[in-house]
């Protein structure tokens, strides 16, 4: 049997607000999680802005879900009553694709169900994020959120978090490897982080320097205002690696400029408008632009384990869901040290 449940879901691109949806019962594979907190990632903004294309209201966003399991179908092996989990971006993937084989499940060629706004397999509806007071998920996509890890600051690791784990963990950061981080928000934050703790030196590129004690202190080696157009001569050829998490369209040429030969820039920033960049940024040194969307859900939980043992999350503000449209406006404006998450006992 399904259920209701009260979420707070967008309208219209301008406005989100309390409504109520329907749950599917768990099938035998399933797990019903009582969510206690969600994330606010820049990906739900776009969303509901309907920046990416069609929006399907209302919806319910929300893709950095932490919570306690309620339920289990009769063939869950993994989780039990009581467990601690998270669930991120995907809640389903076709599992016979080369990619879903390799544990690359977010790039599967049938195409990943996201969290919300993809099309349920399972039931045919549209999927519903985590700014609601249940979720149910089958056991493949949940995640074990370690003991050590507080649930509200498990959250932002389910796509924040490994938004940034995946490309540092893929382009080998690590010792001896220098990182730059474009966007000192809620991807930058956890990226400086996670590179620190792979072992690599690591700098910030921000806009200004109004968050740079804060950076520093959080574990960034150097801090640079990109405001300062001397920054870009004096970082020329440094970085091995530069990962770009800026939710707007910019010009990518200066950064290119400061990768060593053979460096890599990644684009997670998933801004509505193209980016322009001249082929001879790339030319020079035979640097590479590539991108790179979340990560599987083996290396989810590898990053997961990582944070519990080093004790590494994310800063945090928590708030109640009347406070989403708010804090959708401070997210724009960069006025979030570092990352929102709703308490979803405000619902
Ligand atoms: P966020 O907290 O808003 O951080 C973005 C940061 O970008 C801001 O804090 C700001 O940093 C910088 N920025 C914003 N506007 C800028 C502008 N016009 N020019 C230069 N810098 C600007 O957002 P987020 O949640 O980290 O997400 C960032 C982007 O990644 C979004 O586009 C989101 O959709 C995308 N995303 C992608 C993936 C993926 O899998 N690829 C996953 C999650 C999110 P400073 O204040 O330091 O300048
Ligand atoms: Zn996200
Ligand atoms: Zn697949």
Same mark, same amino acid.
């Given at each position: 049997m399904s259920f209701m449940n009260k979420a707070w879901g967008a309208?219209?691109?301008e406005k989100t607000e309390p409504i109520t949806i329907t749950r599917r019962a768990p099938d035998d594979q399933d797990v019903g999680i009582d969510i206690k907190f969600a994330g606010i990632c820049h990906s739900d903004i776009h969303t509901v802005r309907s920046e990416w294309g069609k929006t399907t209201y209302p919806l319910v966003v929300g893709h950095e879900i932490a919570g306690i399991v309620s339920a289990v179908g009769k063939?869950?092996?993994k989780f039990k009553i009581g467990d601690h989990v998270g669930v991120g971006c995907?809640? =389903? +993937?076709?599992?016979?694709c080369e990619n879903c084989h390799d544990?690359?499940?977010?790039?599967?060629? #049938?195409g990943t169900v996201f969290t919300y706004n993809s099309k349920d397999p399972k039931d045919g509806t549209i999927t519903q994020g985590g700014y609601s007071q249940h979720v149910v998920v089958d056991q493949a996509f949940v995640l074990k959120v370690p003991e050590s890890i507080p649930l509200d600051k498990a959250a932002?690791?389910?796509?924040a978090g490994i938004t940034l784990y995946s490309p540092l963990n893929h382009w080998k950061a690590g010792p001896g490897k220098r990182v730059g981080i474009i966007g000192f928000g809620g991807l930058g934050h956890m990226g400086v982080k996670l590179a620190k703790a792979l072992g690599s030196e690591v700098t910030v590129f921000s806009?200004? =320097? +109004?968050k740079k004690e804060l950076g520093l202190r959080l574990g960034a080696d150097d801090y640079v205002a990109? #405001?300062?157009?001397?920054v870009f001569s004096k970082l020329?050829?440094?970085?091995d690696l530069i990962i770009n998490t800026v939710s707007a369209s910019i010009p990518l040429e200066m950064y290119l400029s400061c990768?060593?030969?053979?460096g890599s820039l990644v684009q997670v920033g998933a801004p509505e408008k193209p980016l322009l960049i001249s082929p001879f940024s790339l030319d020079a040194q035979r640097v590479g632009l590539h991108g790179s969307m979340i990560g599987g859900i083996a290396e989810t939980q590898k990053m997961l384990d990582l944070c519990g043992e080093k004790l590494i999350f994310p800063e945090i503000e928590i708030i109640p869901a009347s406070y989403i449209d708010e804090a959708y406006e401070r997210v724009l404006k960069s006025q979030v040290k570092f990352r929102f998450v709703i308490d979803i006992s405000t619902m």
């Amino acid at each position: 049997m399904s259920f209701m449940n009260k979420a707070w879901g967008a309208t219209s691109p301008e406005k989100t607000e309390p409504i109520t949806i329907t749950r599917r019962a768990p099938d035998d594979q399933d797990v019903g999680i009582d969510i206690k907190f969600a994330g606010i990632c820049h990906s739900d903004i776009h969303t509901v802005r309907s920046e990416w294309g069609k929006t399907t209201y209302p919806l319910v966003v929300g893709h950095e879900i932490a919570g306690i399991v309620s339920a289990v179908g009769k063939n869950v092996t993994k989780f039990k009553i009581g467990d601690h989990v998270g669930v991120g971006c995907m809640v =389903n +993937s076709c599992r016979q694709c080369e990619n879903c084989h390799d544990g690359e499940e977010q790039y599967c060629f #049938s195409g990943t169900v996201f969290t919300y706004n993809s099309k349920d397999p399972k039931d045919g509806t549209i999927t519903q994020g985590g700014y609601s007071q249940h979720v149910v998920v089958d056991q493949a996509f949940v995640l074990k959120v370690p003991e050590s890890i507080p649930l509200d600051k498990a959250a932002p690791l389910m796509c924040a978090g490994i938004t940034l784990y995946s490309p540092l963990n893929h382009w080998k950061a690590g010792p001896g490897k220098r990182v730059g981080i474009i966007g000192f928000g809620g991807l930058g934050h956890m990226g400086v982080k996670l590179a620190k703790a792979l072992g690599s030196e690591v700098t910030v590129f921000s806009q200004t =320097n +109004s968050k740079k004690e804060l950076g520093l202190r959080l574990g960034a080696d150097d801090y640079v205002a990109t #405001s300062d157009p001397d920054v870009f001569s004096k970082l020329s050829r440094k970085f091995d690696l530069i990962i770009n998490t800026v939710s707007a369209s910019i010009p990518l040429e200066m950064y290119l400029s400061c990768l060593r030969r053979d460096g890599s820039l990644v684009q997670v920033g998933a801004p509505e408008k193209p980016l322009l960049i001249s082929p001879f940024s790339l030319d020079a040194q035979r640097v590479g632009l590539h991108g790179s969307m979340i990560g599987g859900i083996a290396e989810t939980q590898k990053m997961l384990d990582l944070c519990g043992e080093k004790l590494i999350f994310p800063e945090i503000e928590i708030i109640p869901a009347s406070y989403i449209d708010e804090a959708y406006e401070r997210v724009l404006k960069s006025q979030v040290k570092f990352r929102f998450v709703i308490d979803i006992s405000t619902m």
